[in-house]
Structures are given as structure tokens and as C-alpha cells.
């Protein structure tokens, strides 16, 4: 057989091959269609909470770990939340929030369950649009934690998606979102500590230890008023501190 005719061939089976797979997903569809998974309905929910997160990490940073604080000082159109106070003259402070971390996951939690229940939601909703029967069991379990470099968040709940005989369990939809809070939150702690200790906590310093960091303090009215950002990320955590105030006119 010479060349073209092998050519002539191989096109021939090339052609019938496309023809076969065509008429077999007409006549069966895609065998990954009633797989949920194919949906990736992890992606659908992390992105949904990490939106979330975003927002309460927001507010938290500008509120001093807060979201919605209520004992603050006010500079140019700006609360500072207070987290080391004393009320009397030349006495350090003492600290408002001693397990600020801790504190700080449970306003991320509180301040977000409500929309993650909602993700959960849309996603079955998502998946009851694209033709699955869905049904879910058992209790939402939702938890923040600060780790460094992210924040991990647990999230649990037993979603049962049926399609065409096939079901699939779903209930793991843990994810990360990045952030340098944890790092905030130390150097948030080492500003405590030291004014509630020494009446004063040497920024400048800290800085040249860590070049990553940019601090900055404003004296207001016997308060200290901190600016604690993360250069990479521009992410500013700011919060205030009345220690060792001297009397008016002192």
C-alpha cells in the first residue's frame, strides 16, 4: 500500500473515532455528571468564606481587634480602640484584652457565621440547579484559628448530593485565607506589655530588629495611639494605649 493511501486511512479512523466519542456522550452524557465533585463544591464554598473572612479581618484591624468596639478614642475622623487603660495620672496601664488571640478567633467566628451558613446554602442551591436531589444532616461545626502566615478555618457540615443513582457525601470544606494577623497580634502584644510594664515601648527600635514592620505612635490627650503595619501586605492594625499620663499642664 503506498504512502497516500495509508494517510487516506489513518484520517478515516481519526474521523470515525471523534464520530464514536460524540454519539457516546449524546446518547450516556458526561459520566462525571452525576458526581458532585466534578463541581468542585469545595471551591465553591471556600471562596464564598474567604470573601467572608476578608471583610471581618478588615474591621478588626481598624477596631483593634474589635468589630464593633466600644471604648475608643477619637483622632481625625478615627476611633482607636483601647487595650491597655488607666484612668489615673502617671500609673501604667492595665491590659483590657490579656487573650487578645483567643478573643480575636471569636469575633472572627461570631462576625462571619452567619454568612458562612449562607455559602453553605447557596451551594445547595447550586447543586439543585445543575439537577441534584440534596439533603443534609447534623449540626454546622464552624471554627477560627490564628496561625502564622493564615488563618485556618474548620468547617464541617454532612451534605448528601444524588444524581441519576449516584450520591456523594459532603462534609469536609476546611480551608485557609492568608494573612499576617498572627504577627500583628504579637507585636500588638509587645506594645501591651511593655507599656503596661515600663510606661513606654521603643518602636524605633523594634523596627530595626524587624525591618518588616512599620510603627507608628501619635500622643493624643495622654493616650498613645499605634499604627502597626506589615509592609508586604499593607496590612495595619491599629489600636490605643493611655499609660503613665501626665496631669494637664505637667
Do not use: W
Amino acid at each position: 500500500m503506498n504512502k497516500e493511501g495509508q494517510v487516506t486511512i489513518f484520517i478515516i479512523l481519526g474521523i470515525l473515532i471523534v464520530i464514536s466519542i460524540i454519539i457516546y456522550f449524546f446518547l450516556y452524557g458526561d459520566p462525571d455528571s452525576v458526581n458532585p465533585k466534578s463541581e468542585v463544591p469545595e471551591n465553591f464554598v471556600g471562596s464564598c468564606v474567604e470573601e467572608s473572612l476578608e471583610k471581618a479581618i478588615r474591621k478588626i484591624l481598624e477596631n483593634g481587634g474589635e468589630i464593633s468596639p466600644n471604648f475608643t478614642i477619637s483622632y481625625r475622623d478615627l476611633n482607636y480602640t483601647y487595650l491597655c487603660y488607666q484612668a489615673d495620672y502617671y500609673q501604667s496601664c492595665y491590659n483590657l484584652r490579656p487573650m487578645l488571640e483567643f478573643q480575636i478567633e471569636e469575633e472572627i467566628r461570631e462576625n462571619t457565621i452567619t454568612e458562612v451558613e449562607k455559602c453553605l446554602e447557596d451551594l445547595e442551591s447550586d447543586l439543585k440547579s445543575k439537577g441534584f436531589e440534596v439533603s443534609s444532616f447534623g449540626e454546622m461545626e464552624y471554627e477560627i484559628n490564628i496561625l502564622p502566615g493564615f488563618i485556618e478555618y474548620s468547617l464541617r457540615e454532612n451534605i448528601i448530593a444524588s444524581k441519576e443513582g449516584t450520591s456523594q457525601t459532603l462534609n469536609n470544606f476546611d480551608g485557609e485565607y492568608n494573612t499576617y494577623l498572627h504577627r500583628l497580634i504579637q507585636v500588638t502584644r509587645d506594645v501591651i506589655n511593655s507599656e503596661a510594664q515600663f510606661c513606654n515601648f521603643e518602636y524605633n527600635g523594634y523596627m530595626l530588629l524587624y525591618p518588616e514592620l512599620d510603627i507608628k505612635r501619635i500622643d493624643v490627650d495622654g493616650s498613645k495611639l499605634y499604627n502597626i503595619r506589615y509592609r508586604d501586605s499593607n496590612e495595619n492594625f491599629k489600636f490605643a494605649v493611655r499609660s503613665c499620663a501626665f496631669a494637664p499642664g505637667v
